[in-house]
């Protein structure tokens, strides 16, 4: 009898404090921390300690983290996006109004952040009708990615917001 013994990764929740805290076997969860819970403080962190993870694939709701003052309002224009990507990548949709209108593409790729220069995942909006845009994601638990959105100003980036997909 032959037996394989086989490393099993075991996830554990991540708790960064006053509530904020991701669960590794519940996304609606994590978001909602992300969301609700979750400084920019330790969104910071959360994003620094995520590994790239794998590239979304399909549709994936989205949700502004920060700044608060825009997660009542952005729901009316921004609702996620839709990747057409393999394991190297590939492009994405963004996901418009409640009618889920597919518009403004993007380039999907691995990438360094511009964050910590670590791996993550890049959508660059070069072909959109806003190339200054460019997102970058890691996934945080399993099925939720945290990411930045930047604007490409005088050869460098300014943060515009944080957003979750899942």
């Keep these: 009898m032959l037996v394989l013994l086989v490393p099993v990764l075991a996830h554990a929740d991540a708790d960064y ?3 904020c805290v991701l ?4 996304t609606s969860a994590t978001v909602d921390s992300l969301r609700l819970r979750c400084g920019p403080a330790q969104q910071d962190a959360i994003y620094r300690d995520a590994p790239r993870g794998n590239v979304p694939i399909g549709a994936k709701d989205g949700w502004v983290a920060s700044p608060r003052e825009m997660q009542s309002w952005t729901p009316l224009v921004w609702i996620g996006k839709d990747f057409y990507t393999g394991p190297g990548g590939g492009y994405l949709l963004n996901r418009l109004t409640a009618a889920g209108i597919e518009a403004w593409p993007a ?4 990438g360094s952040s511009v964050v910590d220069g670590r791996p993550a995942w890049v959508l660059d909006y070069a072909p959109s009708p ?3 845009l460019y997102d970058e994601i890691r996934e945080v638990t399993p099925g939720v990615w945290f990411g930045y959105s930047w ?4 050869g460098g980036f300014v943060q515009q917001l944080s957003f979750i997909l899942s």
């Design 17 to 19: 404090g006053n509530g």
């Design 23 to 26: 669960f590794s076997d519940n």
């Design 107 to 110: 380039n999907v790729f691995p």
């Design 130 to 132: 806003t190339p200054q």
């Design 151 to 154: 604007m490409r100003q005088g």
